[in-house]
């Protein structure tokens, strides 16, 4: 079974509500499209923003769910660890 830690699961939670916000600035960018033009910065801008929160969001993802060994370091106080003078 793979365990997860916390940070994993809040940057997976991210990931999701990042593509929530994807989904929701492509909706903005049709609107807008409609409305103003698709010339108007206005949906430039949106069209950018579903870029970056789709990148944003497969990159949380990947962290999220990726299976990281335990990357602690761990020191001993044994004679022979220590350097031979």
């Given at each position: 079974?793979?365990?997860?830690?916390?940070?994993?699961?809040?940057?997976?939670?991210?990931?999701i509500?990042s593509?929530?916000a994807a989904?929701?600035?492509?909706?903005?960018t049709?609107?807008?499209s409609g409305?103003l033009?698709?010339?108007h910065?206005v949906?430039?801008?949106?069209?950018?923003s579903?870029?970056?929160?789709v990148?944003v969001?497969?990159?949380l993802?990947?962290?999220?769910?990726v299976?990281?060994?335990?990357?602690?370091?761990?020191?001993?106080a044994?004679?022979?660890?220590?350097?031979?003078?």
């Amino acid at each position: 079974m793979k365990q997860t830690s916390t940070a994993q699961k809040v940057s997976f939670i991210i990931a999701i509500i990042s593509y929530i916000a994807a989904i929701s600035c492509i909706g903005a960018t049709v609107y807008y499209s409609g409305e103003l033009g698709s010339d108007h910065p206005v949906v430039a801008s949106f069209g950018a923003s579903v870029v970056f929160f789709v990148g944003v969001g497969v990159v949380l993802h990947v962290i999220g769910k990726v299976s990281l060994p335990n990357l602690s370091m761990k020191f001993s106080a044994d004679e022979q660890d220590k350097p031979k003078e």
